[in-house]
């Protein structure tokens, strides 16, 4: 801003210049009063590397002059024009001895002026070197809808289109983080040490909106859900119980109800076609040396879906916007990660940049990408540091294990013995590990909220959803699974698609006749959430032995970080070993119908000078031998001391 110009707001404004810095007196000068609606980031902090860059909104803002008062360390460095008229950006410089406290950003055109407030907060001390989940964590996945409702007077809000009703597949259910704050003991008790919830950010399409995936405003939580002070309670209350957070986000669409889509910053600030274009979903271009750029251009520019609309990363203000958007959240409520949607949906050399800035910001903040694909070297691609023949480096930390959850699905519910069939599928999966750059950057999984349930995949097999609670809580990477798994939860009615396997938890409404949060309820229930009879005590029975593994795995380094030895055979069953230099773990699985001797012999190369056995499900002392017979789909779990 040139000096006559400031000048003149100063004069307006009532600001001094005195030895560089300004002085003000707020009560000088009007409030914006409407005039300015939206200025995001809502806040900043001092002590921060990444550049802040004020997006503002306002009924022809772009005439204005603009100015920040208030104190010294803090000033505008740089203002820039949208196509749209009702919007600035702003570049401001916050110093590294700013003071922080609320200063004022000053509108000045044509003898008027307004102020609309803006804090610059003190950073936490040790914010930047935060810690992340990793290995030693187990990810417990929440749908914030379907899980509780805590507070039923938000069910339905005035100022949200879609109200409650608990009965439609695909409506709200009223579940909010109320209703995650009051069962975070339970959540604790099971062994969870990490909670990613999908998202909570404000959806509000007319239909469909529980799910959150259609963000209407990245800075606000959906009120249906609570309040951004009560999403900060949430992360400190569930710190205070031992439990991380990991907060769901989306770069790559937002949703038609979002409020700037009825005034876009810029004509590229989505992408836009002549009518509507969906994206092809054909990953294989970002890494496929003989793809054409039409076909990238779809993938990376085409919409999710017609409620969808695909954010335009190329554009620098967007990417802005998204970088210093996360990075907020992060500082606000004290998140332990990120887990991003649809991510090579994204274009990935802006997502790289993103990645790289959030990491500059937080080094050990870890991040995990949904990349759906069945290919281990497409899925290879997308993990940071991976040694793409491209020269490509998406600097995302993680990457979400399908392979692994397809070779699950495909070899756990299944008796056939056929070449590459039944348990094999995993070993054969299991050994493609010398494709990924790290292996502990791996989220593994049986299911989550856009697959079917493992309960279902499994047909309600409680012995054979044991194998796999046993699998998740053993094998290499960092666990996750979806609330009620640990109870073999199933789809309230499987043709309904994903309103059907979201079903609502037992005993998280007032009134439920069912409660599966406590020990009395588990233990007396004789029907499963799809309302068909289950044997009673099967629910408690599945909880209290996922319970125990993954308590036990809390403490035991040689999961968290030991190596891999598995063994070959062709009769449905599999046999692991994870081994550091002092411990072992051994994993026997028999997923056929008849018992089984364990082939210990076979295993002399890592099996020799074990000593002090123990079964970790029952706790007594166990000594494995080429006599000892496992029954038809069970699962034999066993520590060693090396």
């Known amino acids: 801003m040139s000096k006559n110009i400031f000048m003149a707001i100063a004069a307006v404004a009532g600001l001094a210049s005195c030895a560089g810095q300004v002085s003000f007196d707020p009560s000088s000068v009007a409030d914006a009063d409407g005039q300015v609606s939206r200025v995001e980031p809502l806040s900043w902090w001092t002590g921060m590397k990444t550049p802040l860059q004020l997006l503002v909104r306002g009924e022809g803002i772009s005439s204005f002059d603009v100015e920040i008062a208030g104190g010294a360390g803090v000033e505008v460095k740089s203002v820039h024009e949208a196509d749209s008229?009702?919007?600035?950006?702003?570049?401001?410089?916050v110093a590294a001895d700013a003071a922080p406290g609320t200063y004022w950003i000053v509108f000045s055109r044509d003898g008027e002026s307004f102020k609309y407030p803006y804090e610059i907060a003190a950073r936490a001390e040790g914010s930047a070197s935060r810690k992340s989940f990793t290995t030693a964590d187990m990810i417990y996945l929440i749908m914030p809808d379907r899980f509780a409702n805590g507070d039923p007077s938000n069910d339905s809000t005035p100022d949200?289109?879609?109200?409650?009703d608990r009965e439609e597949f695909f409506g709200r259910h009223g579940g909010d983080l109320q209703g995650i704050i009051n069962h975070l003991d339970y959540i604790a008790d099971l062994g969870a040490?990490?909670?990613?919830?999908?998202?909570l950010l404000l959806d509000d399409e007319p239909e469909g909106s529980y799910h959150g995936y259609a963000c209407a405003d990245y800075y606000h939580i959906d009120p249906r859900f609570g309040t951004n002070d009560l999403y900060r309670e949430f992360v400190q209350k569930a710190h205070d119980k031992g439990l991380k957070v990991i907060m769901d986000i989306v770069t790559n669409h937002c949703g038609t109800a979002h409020w700037w889509m009825k005034d876009?910053?810029?004509?590229?600030?989505?992408?836009?076609?002549?009518?509507?274009?969906?994206?092809?979903?054909?990953?294989?271009t970002n890494m496929d040396p003989n793809a054409s750029k039409y076909d990238l251009n779809l993938q990376e520019s085409g919409w999710f879906v017609p409620s969808m609309p695909d954010m335009n990363l190329d554009n620098p203000y967007v990417l802005n916007y998204f970088r210093q958007w996360a990075i907020w959240w992060i500082e606000y409520s004290g998140l332990d990660g990120f887990r991003v949607d649809t991510y090579p949906y994204n274009e990935k050399g802006p997502m790289s940049e993103w990645c790289e800035a959030i990491l500059a910001e937080y080094p050990d903040f870890n991040i995990v990408g949904e990349c759906w694909t069945?290919?281990?070297?497409?899925?290879?691609?997308w993990q940071g540091g991976n040694a793409n023949r491209d020269g490509f480096d998406s600097h995302l930390p993680s990457i979400m294990d399908f392979p692994l959850q397809e070779a699950i699905w495909k070899g756990v519910p299944t008796d056939s013995q056929a070449w590459g069939e039944g348990m094999t599928r995993v070993y054969d999966c299991l050994s493609h590990d010398f494709v990924y750059h790290d292996l502990s950057k791996m989220m593994i999984f049986p299911g989550n909220h856009?697959?079917?349930r493992i309960g279902d995949v499994l047909r309600h097999n409680a012995d054979r959803h044991r194998i796999v609670m046993a699998m998740m809580a053993t094998m290499r990477g960092i666990p996750q699974i979806f609330y009620g798994d640990e109870m073999m939860f199933v789809s309230r009615d499987r043709s309904q698609g994903h309103g059907g396997l979201r079903v609502d938890f037992p005993g998280g409404w007032p009134g439920d006749r069912l409660d599966f949060?406590?020990?009395?309820?588990?233990?007396?229930?004789?029907?499963?959430?799809?309302?068909k009879p289950v044997p009673e005590g099967q629910i408690a029975s599945l909880h209290d032995y996922t319970r125990r593994l993954f308590q036990w795995r809390k403490d035991k380094p040689v999961i968290h970080n030991g190596k891999t030895m598995h063994f070959l055979t062709r009769d449905n069953t599999y046999a692991y070993f994870r081994y550091d230099d002092t411990d072992a773990v051994f994993v026997y699985i028999n997923n056929s119908r008849g018992k089984k001797h364990v082939p210990w012999s076979h295993y002399a190369e890592i099996a020799e000078g074990l000593h002090d056995g123990r079964n970790v499900i029952t706790g007594e002392p166990a000594e494995v031998s080429d006599s000892t017979v496992v029954g038809p789909r069970q699962v034999l779990v066993v520590e060693y001391r090396r």
């Open 160 to 164: 949200t289109a879609e109200k409650a």
């Open 450 to 452: 856009d697959t079917d």
């Open 374 to 381: 069945s290919s281990i070297p497409q899925l290879a691609y």
């Open 264 to 284: 876009l910053p810029f004509k590229d600030w989505i992408h836009v076609f002549p009518e509507y274009t969906g994206t092809n979903v054909c990953f294989s």
């Open 193 to 199: 040490t990490a909670i990613w919830n999908t998202p």
């Open 85 to 93: 008229p009702n919007y600035l950006f702003l570049d401001v410089e």
């Open 517 to 531: 949060f406590s020990e009395a309820g588990r233990a007396s229930a004789k029907v499963s959430t799809d309302g």
